[in-house]
């Protein structure tokens, strides 16, 4: 009986030793591709704050954004007026004509208000559509580098802390984007 005790427990622990071994054996080649694994960071507002390209896009912007400001003073404008004009006459006006300048003054108002509403979101598409390729600029770059040096790359403002092994290829993007 004891030997049958003591051959059970030898044949528990080889047991026990081989899940060892082949749990070592199955973490060896994650431990392999974990010190291959080269990190990079990089600072994509950086990168596209210095892209020439931003600066025709705020240009641009700068144009439309300023078209509609212009059409909204003039309604604006035209509305103080209107406003102005009946608020001196109103008390020597007849009810019908009182009535129908205050509907105008009031059709005058919705009209700004929704200008103002789709300028806003004009002024968004727009935005979005001038900075798009910018960004497909950069995402292009930030690949080229990223296979070009090995790196799995990831944007500065997403990580939370930075190790002595991440590299910041900020610059090598730069770079291949021929900005200084």
Same mark, same amino acid.
């Given at each position: 009986?004891?030997?049958?005790?003591?051959?059970?427990?030898?044949?528990?622990?080889?047991?026990?030793?081989?899940?060892?071994?082949?749990?070592?054996?199955?973490?060896?080649?994650?431990?392999?591709? @974990?010190?291959?694994?080269?990190?990079?960071?990089?600072?994509?507002?950086?990168?596209?704050? @210095?892209?020439?390209?931003?600066?025709?896009?705020?240009?641009?912007? &700068?144009?439309?954004?300023?078209?509609?400001?212009?059409?909204?003073?003039?309604?604006?404008?035209?509305? #103080?007026?209107?406003? @102005?004009?009946?608020?001196?006459?109103?008390?020597?006006?007849?009810?019908?004509?009182?009535?129908?300048?205050?509907? !105008?003054? !009031?059709?005058?108002?919705?009209?700004?208000?929704?200008?103002?509403?789709?300028?806003?979101?004009?002024? &968004?598409?727009?935005?979005?559509?001038?900075?798009?390729?910018?960004?497909?600029?950069?995402?292009?770059?930030?690949?080229?580098?990223?296979?070009?040096?090995?790196?799995?790359?990831?944007?500065?403002?997403?990580?939370?802390?930075?190790?002595?092994?991440?590299?910041? @290829?900020? #610059?090598?993007?730069?770079?291949?984007?021929?900005?200084?």
């Amino acid at each position: 009986m004891r030997n049958f005790l003591q051959t059970e427990y030898k044949i528990k622990k080889m047991t026990n030793m081989k899940k060892f071994i082949v749990m070592i054996l199955a973490l060896l080649p994650l431990s392999m591709i @974990a010190q291959e694994l080269k990190l990079a960071v990089v600072n994509t507002d950086e990168v596209i704050n @210095a892209m020439p390209e931003l600066s025709a896009m705020e240009n641009e912007m &700068e144009k439309v954004k300023n078209a509609y400001v212009n059409d909204l003073k003039r309604m604006n404008d035209e509305y #103080e007026m209107k406003m @102005a004009d009946y608020i001196n006459q109103r008390d020597t006006l007849p009810e019908n004509i009182s009535m129908g300048r205050v509907q !105008e003054l !009031e059709g005058l108002r919705n009209r700004m208000e929704i200008l103002n509403q789709s300028a806003t979101q004009d002024l &968004e598409k727009k935005h979005n559509d001038l900075l798009s390729p910018i960004i497909d600029k950069v995402r292009k770059a930030i690949e080229q580098v990223g296979e070009e040096f090995d790196y799995t790359i990831f944007d500065s403002r997403s990580v939370l802390a930075k190790g002595k092994g991440v590299v910041d @290829a900020t #610059e090598k993007v730069k770079t291949k984007l021929g900005i200084k």
